[in-house]
C-alpha cells in the first residue's frame, strides 16, 4: 500500500515538472478510452452498408464522420479497425522486446562469440529495409494476426538488443554488481534482479517509440494489401479503399490519415516526455 | 583500421545476404511447388517431369541451395518466371528511377532540414522557434505515405497544380520527392538543430560571441559544423529506412522503380527477381553506410586511427 502511494507520488511530481510528459499520459488515457469502449461507441455496424447513403460527407446527421461508397459508416469503421491494430502492435512489441532484451543482456554478458555472433546479426538485420523483408515474410505466410504480428516482432528485435546491450555494458560495470559478483550470486539473478530493474527506464522510452514505430508499420503493409485480412478495417486498410475515391469522397482519406497521425503523435509525446525524464535523472 | 572496419562490414554484407538467401530458400519451399506454377493449366505428368529437369527442381533441397548458392556467387539469379527475363537486368532497369527520386528526396531533406535545425537550434529558446520545434516533433510523427496521400489530395485532386502519375516529364518528379523526404527531413530538422544547439552552449563558441563574432559567423564556421557530424551518421544509418519509404511511395505514385518491382514480385511470388532485388538493396545500402562511415572519419579526426 505505501509502496503504492510512493510510486504515485513520484508520478505525480514528474507528470508536474514535465507538461509534455502530463499531455501525453493524457492523451493515452484517451485513446486507452476510446480502445475500450470501441464496440460500445460504434453508432452502425461497421460491414453493414446502406445504399441508399452512399458517400454521405463529414457532418451528416446520422454519420457524423461520413459514409463510403457502400454507404458503411465510417466513424465506426475507425472505431472497429482500431483493436486489431493495436494488437498487432502489442504482439509485435512484447515479442521484439522478449528478444531483444534476452539476447542484448546475453551480448553484455557474455564476451567472445556469443556477444560478436549477436551484435553481427544485429547489425546485419538492422541494415536491410525493415519493410521489404516484412513484405518478403507476409508475401509466403500471408495475411492475418498473427503470422504479422510475428512478422514484425522477429524483425524488429535489434532495436532492443542494441539498446539493452549498450545500457547492461554501463550498469554491469556498475560498483553494485561487482559487489553482487563478489558475493557469488548467480548469473542469472544478476541479470534478473541486479540488471533488469536498471533497465527498465530505457526501456519504457524504447518501447514507448517503438509501439508508435509497429502501428506505421502495421498501417503500411495493410495500405499495401499485405497486412489485415479483408474485412478488417484497420486504418492502413481504409486509406487502401479510399484511394478509388480521392475525388468524389476526400473524407474517406482524411479521417484515418488524420486517426493515424494524431495516434503516433500522442505516443511520441509520451515517449519525448519519458525520454526528458530519464535524462533528467542521470 | 580502415581495412579492417571495411572487412568487418563486408562480412556483415556476407552474413546478411547469406541470410535472406536461405529465407527465400525456405519461403520457396513453402509456397508450393514451383513446377506446377510454371506448367499453367492442366499440365501432364511428362511436362511437369521436364520442367523439374530443366530448372533442377528433382534435386534433393541442399543440392539445389548450393547450385543456387554457386549461381548467386556469379551473379546469376536466374529469370523471372512470369516475363523470362533475367532477373538481375529486370532490377537494374528498374534502378535508375528509384535513384532518381532517392538523389532529388535527399537533396531536398537537406536543403530544407539543415536551415530549418539551424533557424531552431541557434535560439531555442524564443517562442516562434519553440513553435518550430513543436511543429517538427509533430510531422515526426505523420507517416510519411500518409503525408503522401494528403499532399496529392492538396495539389494533385484539389488545387490541380501537379501530376500525381507519370515518369517521363520532370513535374511528375515533384510528388514523389518531397513525399519521400518527408521520411527523413523531420528526424533530420531535430538532429540539426539539437547539435546547432549543444554547440552554441559551448564555451569556445561563447568567447567568440563575447569577442564580436557576428551570429552568421558563429553559425556558418562554428555551430554548423559541429552539428555535421550528427547529420551524415543519420544519413547513413536511415538509408535503409529511406528505402522502405522508397516501396511505398513507388507504389502510391506507380513509380517505375524497384519498389514497385519488389511488390509486384511479391505478390506473384517471383523468386528469381526477388532475390536479385534483395541483393542490390543489400548492396546499396552497404555502400551507402560505408560512404556516411568514410565521411564521417573524414571530419572527425577523433574517430581516425592514432597516427604516430
Known sequence: MTRAVTVANRLLAALKASPQLALGVAALLGWLLLLALSGLLQTHDPQLGDLTQRFAPTGTADHWLGTDNLGRDLWSRVLSGLPWSVGVASVSCILALLLGGILGMCAAQYQGYPRAVINQLVDATLSFPGLVAAILIVAVAGRGFWPLSITLGLLSWPVFARVVYAESLRLLAQDYVTAARVMAVSTPRILLGHLLPGLRPVLA?????????????????????????????????????????????????????????????????????????????? | MMLAALAQRAARLLILLLGVNALLFVALGLSGDPALMLAGEDPTPELLESIRAEYGLDLPAWQRYLV?????????????????????????????????????????????????GAWIGLRPESAARRFGAALTAVAQGIPGFVMALVLIQIFV???????????????????????????????????????????????????ARANGASMRFILWREALPAALPATVALVGTQFAFLISGVVLIETLFLWPGIGLLLLHSAQSLDFPVLQALCFVVAVLVFAVNGLADALLRLMDPRLRPATQ
Open chain 2, 68 to 116: 543456387q548458392l554457386g549461381r548467386m556467387a556469379q551473379l546469376d539469379f536466374g529469370v523471372s518466371l512470369y516475363t523470362g527475363q533475367p532477373a538481375l537486368f529486370m532490377v537494374l532497369e528498374q534502378l535508375p528511377a528509384t535513384l532518381l527520386m532517392a538523389v532529388l528526396s535527399m537533396a531536398l531533406t537537406l536543403c530544407t532540414a539543415v536551415p530549418a
Open chain 1, 205 to 282: 522510452v524504447v518501447l514507448t517509440f517503438h509501439f508508435a514505430d509497429m502501428l506505421v508499420a502495421e498501417s503500411a503493409l495493410s495500405f499495401l494489401g499485405l497486412g489485415a485480412p479483408l474485412g478488417v478495417p484497420t486504418w492502413g486498410a481504409l486509406l487502401q479503399e479510399s484511394r478509388d475515391f480521392i475525388i468524389v469522397a476526400p473524407w474517406l482519406m482524411v479521417v484515418p490519415a488524420t486517426a493515424i497521425a494524431l495516434l503516433v503523435v500522442s505516443i511520441h509525446l509520451l515517449g519525448d516526455g519519458l525520454s526528458a525524464l530519464d535524462r533528467a535523472r542521470r
Open chain 2, 157 to 207: 485532386v484539389r488545387l490541380g497544380w501537379l501530376p500525381s502519375l507519370g515518369y517521363a516529364q520532370p513535374a511528375a518528379w515533384i510528388l514523389p520527392s518531397i513525399s519521400l523526404g518527408f521520411f527523413l527531413a523531420p528526424k533530420l530538422c531535430r538532429v540539426v538543430s539539437a547539435g546547432v544547439a549543444e554547440a552554441m552552449q559551448q564555451d569556445y563558441i561563447r568567447t
